[in-house]
C-alpha cells in the first residue's frame, strides 16, 4: 500500500537518493532540503527519473521553515536532516558542538514533535529517526557526532514507549559508513580550527582515522534497505546495516561492559 513519507535533509546523499527511491516505488514523498539551489537540484533528479517530488526548502533549524510542515498530511516521518565534524572532543571549540546539537538534536527534536502532534490526533502514524552507528558507538576523533547521535537515541527509545498508547510507531535506521561524501566533509573540517602548534591532540592519529574512510560501503545498498523498511507496517525498533555494522555495535557494547581503565 502506498504511503506519504516526508523526509528531511533530502537534498544530499542518503536522503535524497532514499527520496526518489521511496517515489520510485509509488509512494507519495514530501522531501524537504536546506537550502534553495537544492530544491533545484532535486526536482531535476526526480524529473530525470521520471518521478514526482514535493520538494521544498525547509532548514530545519528556522522557526518559520519548521511552521510550513503544519500544511502537509503525512503517513510517516523520516528525520533524517543532520550534520557532522570531527576532531578531538577535548580540544574542540564548544560552539562545533554545539551547532552539531541544534540539528541533530533539538531541531530534530522539534520537527519530530510537529510530526508526533499529527499523528496522536490521527492515532497512527510513524516517526523514523535516522540514526547512526555512532549512535551506539564512539571513538577518538568521532565523539562530536556520536554524542548527538547517543542523545538521538535516547529521544527516540524514550518516544518510542511514549507514543505506543496513540498508536504511533517510533524506530531508527543506523547506517554504517556509506561513501555519501557526508564522512568525509566531517573529516575535513576539523582542520580549519585544529593547528598542530597550539594543540595537543596528535595531528598523525588524527590523519589515521581520516585515511580508514577510504574503506566505505556503497551507499546504494543502505539507500535500498532504506526504501524498504520505512514504508513498512511492522520491523524491528532498530533497523543497523550493513550486517556487519550490526555485528560491530553489538560487540563494541559488549566490551564497553568489560573495559578497565
Same mark, same amino acid.
Do not use: C
Given at each position: 500500500? /502506498? ?25 507519495r ?6 537550502i534553495?539551489p ?7 533528479? /526526480?524529473?530525470a ?20 510542515m ?8 523520516v528525520? @533524517? ?10 580540544e ?6 554545539r551547532?552539531?546539537?541544534?540539528? @541533530? ?14 499523528f ?9 529517526f ?8 564512539a ?23 511514549e ?5 504511533v510507531?517510533?524506530?531508527?535506521? @543506523?547506517?554504517g ?30 590523519q589515521?582515522?581520516?585515511e ?15 526504501v ?11 533497523t ?11 560487540e563494541?557494547? /559488549?566490551? @564497553? ?5
Amino acid at each position: 500500500m /502506498a504511503k506519504t513519507i516526508f523526509i528531511t535533509g533530502a537534498g544530499t546523499g542518503l536522503g535524497k537518493g532514499t527520496a526518489l527511491g521511496l517515489a520510485k516505488e509509488g509512494h507519495r514523498v514530501i522531501a524537504s532540503v536546506e537550502i534553495f539551489p537544492q530544491v533545484t537540484a532535486l526536482r531535476e533528479a /526526480a524529473e530525470a527519473e521520471g518521478v514526482d517530488l514535493e520538494v521544498f526548502k525547509m532548514d530545519i533549524t528556522d522557526p518559520e521553515d519548521q511552521a510550513l510542515m503544519h500544511k502537509y498530511d503525512f503517513d510517516i516521518f523520516v528525520a @533524517n536532516a543532520a550534520i557532522n565534524e570531527g576532531g578531538p572532543i577535548s580540544e574542540v571549540p564548544v560552539d562545533k558542538l554545539r551547532e552539531i546539537m541544534e540539528v @541533530n538534536v533539538f531541531s530534530t527534536l522539534e520537527t519530530a514533535q510537529i510530526a508526533a502532534e499529527k499523528f496522536v490526533e490521527k492515532r497512527s502514524g510513524k516517526i523514523v529517526f535516522m540514526s547512526s552507528m555512532a549512535g551506539l558507538m564512539a571513538s577518538a576523533y568521532t565523539g562530536l557526532y556520536a554524542a548527538s547521535k547517543h542523545a538521538l537515541e535516547a529521544i527516540a527509545k524514550t518516544m518510542k514507549e511514549e507514543m505506543e498508547h496513540f498508536g504511533v510507531q517510533v524506530a531508527t535506521i @543506523n547506517p554504517g559508513p556509506f561513501n555519501t561524501g557526508f564522512n568525509d566533509r566531517a573529516a575535513e573540517a576539523k582542520w580549519r580550527w585544529y593547528h598542530e602548534d597550539i594543540h595537543f591532540s596528535p595531528k598523525e592519529e588524527m590523519q589515521k582515522v581520516d585515511e580508514g574512510m577510504s574503506d566505505q560501503f556503497d551507499p546504494e545498498d543502505m539507500i535500498a534497505k532504506m526504501v524498504e523498511v520505512i514504508p513498512k507496517d511492522s520491523h524491528k525498533f532498530r533497523t543497523a546495516y550493513p550486517p556487519e555494522t550490526e555485528k560491530q555495535m553489538k560487540e563494541e557494547e /559488549a566490551e @564497553n561492559w568489560e573495559k578497565d581503565i
